[in-house]
Protein backbone atom coordinates (compact mmCIF):
# COMPACT_ATOMS: atom_id res chain seq x y z
CA UNK A 1 0.00 0.00 0.00
CA UNK A 2 1.31 3.40 -0.89
CA UNK A 3 1.92 5.86 1.72
CA UNK A 4 -1.14 8.22 0.47
CA UNK A 5 -3.48 4.81 0.61
CA UNK A 6 -1.99 4.33 3.71
CA UNK A 7 -3.09 7.97 5.12
CA UNK A 8 -6.25 7.53 3.79
CA UNK A 9 -6.90 4.34 5.56
CA UNK A 10 -5.78 5.53 8.57
CA UNK A 11 -7.81 8.89 8.83
CA UNK A 12 -10.94 6.40 7.59
CA UNK A 13 -10.67 4.20 10.59
CA UNK A 14 -9.87 6.74 12.96
CA UNK A 15 -13.43 8.62 11.93
CA UNK A 16 -14.83 5.03 11.95
CA UNK A 17 -12.95 4.47 15.65
CA UNK A 18 -14.17 7.87 16.78
CA UNK A 19 -17.86 7.92 15.85
CA UNK A 20 -17.89 4.53 17.99
CA UNK A 21 -16.36 6.27 20.64
CA UNK A 22 -19.05 9.00 20.52
CA UNK A 23 -21.69 5.72 20.78
CA UNK A 24 -19.68 4.84 24.02
CA UNK A 25 -19.71 7.31 25.95
CA UNK A 26 -22.86 8.53 24.69
CA UNK A 27 -25.94 10.12 28.07
CA UNK A 28 -27.45 6.88 29.40
CA UNK A 29 -31.27 6.38 28.44
CA UNK A 30 -34.13 7.34 30.05
CA UNK A 31 -35.19 4.53 31.82
CA UNK A 32 -38.54 4.03 29.78
CA UNK A 33 -36.65 4.19 26.84
CA UNK A 34 -33.96 1.48 28.28
CA UNK A 35 -37.42 -0.51 28.84
CA UNK A 36 -38.37 -0.15 25.03
CA UNK A 37 -34.62 -1.15 23.96
CA UNK A 38 -34.66 -4.39 26.60
CA UNK A 39 -38.06 -5.07 25.19
CA UNK A 40 -36.70 -5.10 21.39
CA UNK A 41 -33.32 -7.59 22.59
CA UNK A 42 -36.31 -10.10 24.32
CA UNK A 43 -38.21 -10.21 21.07
CA UNK A 44 -34.84 -10.60 18.99
CA UNK A 45 -33.67 -13.49 21.82
CA UNK A 46 -37.40 -14.74 21.28
CA UNK A 47 -37.44 -15.27 17.45
CA UNK A 48 -33.99 -16.36 17.29
CA UNK A 49 -34.94 -19.41 19.96
CA UNK A 50 -37.57 -20.06 17.72
CA UNK A 51 -35.70 -20.76 14.64
CA UNK A 52 -34.34 -23.95 13.40
CA UNK A 53 -30.85 -22.31 12.56
CA UNK A 54 -28.39 -19.91 13.29
CA UNK A 55 -28.93 -16.25 12.96
CA UNK A 56 -26.57 -12.97 14.07
CA UNK A 57 -28.53 -9.46 14.64
CA UNK A 58 -27.03 -5.98 14.18
CA UNK A 59 -29.19 -2.57 14.74
CA UNK A 60 -27.85 0.25 15.59
CA UNK A 61 -29.97 3.84 16.51
CA UNK A 62 -27.68 6.43 14.26
CA UNK A 63 -29.03 9.46 15.81
CA UNK A 64 -27.74 8.20 19.48
CA UNK A 65 -25.67 4.99 18.82
CA UNK A 66 -27.57 2.84 20.97
CA UNK A 67 -27.39 -0.43 19.65
CA UNK A 68 -28.55 -3.81 20.68
CA UNK A 69 -27.14 -6.91 19.21
CA UNK A 70 -27.03 -10.87 19.19
CA UNK A 71 -24.25 -12.98 17.85
CA UNK A 72 -23.04 -9.92 15.57
CA UNK A 73 -19.83 -11.00 15.28
CA UNK A 74 -20.17 -14.11 13.98
CA UNK A 75 -18.93 -15.01 10.38
CA UNK A 76 -22.28 -15.36 7.70
CA UNK A 77 -22.13 -16.01 4.05
CA UNK A 78 -23.10 -12.76 2.34
CA UNK A 79 -25.19 -13.90 -0.56
CA UNK A 80 -25.68 -10.79 -2.33
CA UNK A 81 -25.43 -8.44 0.39
CA UNK A 82 -21.59 -8.24 -0.35
CA UNK A 83 -23.07 -6.18 -2.99
CA UNK A 84 -23.16 -3.52 -1.46
CA UNK A 85 -19.35 -3.35 -0.80
CA UNK A 86 -18.97 -4.03 -4.17
CA UNK A 87 -20.98 -0.83 -5.76
CA UNK A 88 -19.27 1.49 -2.74
CA UNK A 89 -16.36 0.91 -4.00
CA UNK A 90 -17.35 1.82 -7.64
CA UNK A 91 -18.76 4.50 -5.68
CA UNK A 92 -15.30 5.37 -4.19
CA UNK A 93 -12.94 4.50 -7.25
CA UNK A 94 -15.64 7.15 -9.23
CA UNK A 95 -14.24 9.66 -6.39
CA UNK A 96 -10.93 9.32 -6.40
CA UNK A 97 -11.25 9.25 -10.58
CA UNK A 98 -9.78 5.77 -11.67
CA UNK A 99 -13.52 6.01 -13.05
CA UNK A 100 -16.87 7.66 -13.85
CA UNK A 101 -20.01 6.43 -13.00
CA UNK A 102 -20.96 7.61 -16.89
CA UNK A 103 -18.45 4.85 -18.35
CA UNK A 104 -19.83 2.69 -20.98
CA UNK A 105 -20.27 -0.95 -21.11
CA UNK A 106 -21.12 -2.89 -24.09
CA UNK A 107 -23.38 -6.27 -23.57
CA UNK A 108 -21.34 -9.27 -23.58
CA UNK A 109 -23.05 -12.42 -23.86
CA UNK A 110 -20.21 -14.18 -22.29
CA UNK A 111 -20.51 -12.21 -19.50
CA UNK A 112 -23.86 -13.50 -18.59
CA UNK A 113 -24.79 -15.71 -15.75
CA UNK A 114 -28.00 -17.03 -14.65
CA UNK A 115 -30.80 -14.52 -12.52
CA UNK A 116 -29.16 -11.86 -14.31
CA UNK A 117 -33.11 -10.52 -15.34
CA UNK A 118 -31.93 -7.55 -17.12
CA UNK A 119 -28.69 -8.10 -18.22
CA UNK A 120 -29.65 -11.51 -19.38
CA UNK A 121 -32.38 -9.60 -21.62
CA UNK A 122 -30.38 -7.02 -23.28
CA UNK A 123 -28.65 -7.34 -26.85
CA UNK A 124 -25.45 -8.27 -26.60
CA UNK A 125 -22.91 -6.53 -28.86
CA UNK A 126 -25.58 -3.61 -29.17
CA UNK A 127 -26.53 -2.68 -26.20
CA UNK A 128 -24.43 -0.24 -24.40
CA UNK A 129 -25.06 0.96 -20.24
CA UNK A 130 -23.06 3.15 -18.20
CA UNK A 131 -21.27 1.64 -14.98
CA UNK A 132 -23.83 3.20 -13.04
CA UNK A 133 -27.25 1.68 -14.91
CA UNK A 134 -24.74 -2.01 -14.16
CA UNK A 135 -24.83 -0.30 -9.84
CA UNK A 136 -28.85 -0.03 -10.60
CA UNK A 137 -29.36 -3.45 -12.04
CA UNK A 138 -27.74 -4.98 -8.77
CA UNK A 139 -28.83 -2.85 -6.42
CA UNK A 140 -32.21 -2.87 -7.52
CA UNK A 141 -32.85 -6.87 -9.01
CA UNK A 142 -29.50 -8.57 -7.69
CA UNK A 143 -28.59 -9.00 -11.36
CA UNK A 144 -25.59 -11.19 -11.10
CA UNK A 145 -23.80 -10.20 -14.84
CA UNK A 146 -24.14 -6.86 -13.52
CA UNK A 147 -22.33 -7.25 -10.33
CA UNK A 148 -19.72 -9.78 -12.32
CA UNK A 149 -19.09 -6.97 -14.82
CA UNK A 150 -18.51 -4.46 -12.01
CA UNK A 151 -16.21 -7.13 -9.99
CA UNK A 152 -14.12 -6.93 -13.24
CA UNK A 153 -13.96 -3.22 -13.91
CA UNK A 154 -13.71 -2.56 -10.00
CA UNK A 155 -11.20 -5.30 -8.88
CA UNK A 156 -12.00 -7.31 -5.75
CA UNK A 157 -8.86 -6.74 -4.19
CA UNK A 158 -9.90 -3.00 -4.16
CA UNK A 159 -13.18 -3.90 -2.84
CA UNK A 160 -11.43 -5.80 0.04
CA UNK A 161 -9.02 -2.80 0.60
CA UNK A 162 -11.51 -0.63 0.98
CA UNK A 163 -13.11 -2.55 3.84
CA UNK A 164 -9.64 -3.05 5.15
CA UNK A 165 -9.36 0.60 5.08
CA UNK A 166 -12.94 0.90 7.16
CA UNK A 167 -11.65 -1.10 9.86
CA UNK A 168 -13.86 -3.84 8.39
CA UNK A 169 -11.44 -7.05 7.90
CA UNK A 170 -14.11 -10.04 7.93
CA UNK A 171 -16.29 -8.14 4.80
CA UNK A 172 -14.57 -10.53 2.00
CA UNK A 173 -15.52 -10.24 -1.48
CA UNK A 174 -13.76 -13.68 -2.63
CA UNK A 175 -15.80 -14.96 -5.60
CA UNK A 176 -17.93 -13.77 -8.90
CA UNK A 177 -21.80 -14.49 -8.07
CA UNK A 178 -22.36 -17.33 -9.60
CA UNK A 179 -19.08 -19.26 -9.36
CA UNK A 180 -20.07 -22.92 -7.82
CA UNK A 181 -16.54 -23.86 -8.26
CA UNK A 182 -15.06 -21.50 -5.72
CA UNK A 183 -17.75 -21.70 -3.46
CA UNK A 184 -17.42 -25.37 -3.17
CA UNK A 185 -13.72 -24.74 -2.54
CA UNK A 186 -14.07 -22.51 0.31
CA UNK A 187 -13.75 -19.39 -1.23
CA UNK A 188 -17.11 -17.81 -0.06
CA UNK A 189 -18.54 -13.97 -0.11
CA UNK A 190 -18.50 -13.35 3.81
CA UNK A 191 -18.96 -10.76 6.96
CA UNK A 192 -20.60 -10.33 9.90
CA UNK A 193 -23.74 -7.97 10.91
CA UNK A 194 -21.76 -5.71 12.77
CA UNK A 195 -19.25 -5.34 9.88
CA UNK A 196 -21.93 -4.80 7.53
CA UNK A 197 -24.14 -2.27 9.18
CA UNK A 198 -20.33 -0.51 10.08
CA UNK A 199 -20.10 0.00 6.37
CA UNK A 200 -23.61 1.17 5.77
CA UNK A 201 -23.02 3.85 8.90
CA UNK A 202 -19.75 4.98 7.65
CA UNK A 203 -21.66 6.23 4.43
CA UNK A 204 -24.63 7.06 5.90
CA UNK A 205 -22.29 9.67 8.18
CA UNK A 206 -20.32 10.98 5.14
CA UNK A 207 -16.83 9.13 6.21
CA UNK A 208 -16.57 7.13 2.95
CA UNK A 209 -17.77 9.29 0.00
CA UNK A 210 -18.27 13.31 -0.81
CA UNK A 211 -21.96 14.56 -0.53
CA UNK A 212 -22.73 14.56 -3.94
CA UNK A 213 -22.02 10.50 -4.13
CA UNK A 214 -23.16 9.69 -1.27
CA UNK A 215 -26.76 11.21 -1.81
CA UNK A 216 -26.42 9.30 -5.01
CA UNK A 217 -25.44 6.11 -3.55
CA UNK A 218 -28.45 6.01 -1.90
CA UNK A 219 -30.55 6.87 -4.38
CA UNK A 220 -29.51 3.61 -5.90
CA UNK A 221 -29.38 1.81 -2.57
CA UNK A 222 -32.93 2.53 -1.77
CA UNK A 223 -34.79 1.46 -5.28
CA UNK A 224 -37.71 -0.43 -3.75
CA UNK A 225 -37.35 -4.70 -3.72
CA UNK A 226 -40.27 -6.07 -3.52
CA UNK A 227 -38.86 -9.64 -2.56
CA UNK A 228 -36.65 -7.98 0.13
CA UNK A 229 -37.84 -9.44 3.91
CA UNK A 230 -36.38 -5.91 5.86
CA UNK A 231 -39.29 -3.95 4.65
CA UNK A 232 -41.79 -6.75 4.09
CA UNK A 233 -44.43 -6.04 6.91
CA UNK A 234 -43.06 -2.06 6.99
CA UNK A 235 -45.30 1.15 5.50
CA UNK A 236 -44.82 1.06 1.99
CA UNK A 237 -43.86 4.82 2.06
CA UNK A 238 -41.21 4.15 4.44
CA UNK A 239 -37.92 4.44 2.66
CA UNK A 240 -35.32 2.05 3.40
CA UNK A 241 -31.97 1.20 1.70
CA UNK A 242 -31.53 -2.32 1.90
CA UNK A 243 -29.76 -5.41 -0.10
CA UNK A 244 -31.03 -9.16 1.06
CA UNK A 245 -28.89 -11.75 -0.01
CA UNK A 246 -30.36 -15.92 -0.16
CA UNK A 247 -28.26 -18.81 -0.45
CA UNK A 248 -29.33 -22.39 0.25
CA UNK A 249 -29.82 -22.59 3.90
CA UNK A 250 -28.60 -18.75 3.79
CA UNK A 251 -30.88 -15.96 4.39
CA UNK A 252 -29.85 -12.23 4.90
CA UNK A 253 -31.00 -8.56 4.95
CA UNK A 254 -28.70 -5.51 5.57
CA UNK A 255 -29.16 -1.72 5.47
CA UNK A 256 -30.58 1.00 7.54
CA UNK A 257 -34.30 2.61 7.54
CA UNK A 258 -34.88 6.50 7.27
CA UNK A 259 -37.17 7.01 9.87
CA UNK A 260 -37.80 10.88 10.18
CA UNK A 261 -35.67 12.18 12.72
CA UNK A 262 -34.59 8.66 13.80
CA UNK A 263 -32.51 6.74 11.27
CA UNK A 264 -31.37 3.25 12.54
CA UNK A 265 -29.19 0.48 10.79
CA UNK A 266 -30.27 -3.15 10.67
CA UNK A 267 -28.28 -6.29 9.57
CA UNK A 268 -29.93 -9.65 10.35
CA UNK A 269 -27.76 -12.81 9.01
CA UNK A 270 -28.65 -16.32 8.68
CA UNK A 271 -26.98 -19.71 8.19
CA UNK A 272 -27.82 -23.54 8.72
CA UNK A 273 -31.11 -22.85 8.18
CA UNK A 274 -33.63 -26.19 8.09
CA UNK A 275 -36.09 -24.24 6.15
CA UNK A 276 -35.37 -20.72 4.03
CA UNK A 277 -39.32 -19.49 4.53
CA UNK A 278 -38.77 -19.43 8.48
CA UNK A 279 -35.45 -17.34 8.27
CA UNK A 280 -37.03 -14.89 6.04
CA UNK A 281 -40.27 -14.55 8.13
CA UNK A 282 -37.81 -13.93 10.98
CA UNK A 283 -36.03 -11.14 9.35
CA UNK A 284 -39.58 -9.63 8.75
CA UNK A 285 -40.27 -10.05 12.30
CA UNK A 286 -36.98 -8.48 13.85
CA UNK A 287 -37.32 -5.94 11.11
CA UNK A 288 -41.00 -5.03 12.52
CA UNK A 289 -40.39 -4.95 16.13
CA UNK A 290 -37.33 -2.25 15.63
CA UNK A 291 -39.56 -0.45 13.80
CA UNK A 292 -42.45 -0.07 15.72
CA UNK A 293 -39.59 1.09 18.78
CA UNK A 294 -38.08 3.35 16.30
CA UNK A 295 -41.01 5.32 14.72
CA UNK A 296 -42.24 5.32 18.86
CA UNK A 297 -39.09 7.40 20.03
CA UNK A 298 -39.41 9.16 17.37
CA UNK A 299 -42.63 10.48 17.53
CA UNK A 300 -42.42 10.61 21.52
CA UNK A 301 -41.95 13.01 23.69
CA UNK A 302 -39.46 12.89 26.64
CA UNK A 303 -42.03 11.47 28.81
CA UNK A 304 -43.06 8.97 26.20
CA UNK A 305 -46.54 10.54 25.02
CA UNK A 306 -46.57 9.63 21.44
CA UNK A 307 -48.41 12.42 19.24
CA UNK A 308 -49.62 11.14 15.41
CA UNK A 309 -49.82 13.87 12.79
CA UNK A 310 -54.17 15.15 13.16
CA UNK A 311 -53.65 13.47 16.65
CA UNK A 312 -56.29 16.41 18.71
CA UNK A 313 -56.99 14.76 22.01
CA UNK A 314 -55.82 16.10 25.32
Known sequence: MSRSASLVASVLLAALLGGAAEAQSAPALPEPQQVLWQKLEDSIRDTDRKLDGVMGVAIVDFKTGQSCSLHADQLFPTASSIKIALVLALYRQAQEGKLSLTDLYTVNSSDLVADSVIMGNLTPGVTRVTLRDLATMVMAVSDNSAANV??????????NALMDALGLPHTRLRRKMMDLKAAAEGRENVSTPSEMLSM?????????????????????????????????????????????????????????????GRPYGICVMES??????????????????????????????????VISPGNSSK
Not at 150 to 159: F, N, Q, Y
Not at 204 to 216: A, I, M, Q
Not at 238 to 245: D, E, F, T, V
Open 150 to 159: LMDRVGMSSV
Open 272 to 305: YLRRERDGEEAISAISLAAWEMFDRLARASAYGR
Open 200 to 260: VRAVYEGKVLNPKLTEDFFQVFSIPKPDSFLPRHLPDDLRIASKHGQLEGVRNDCGMVFVP
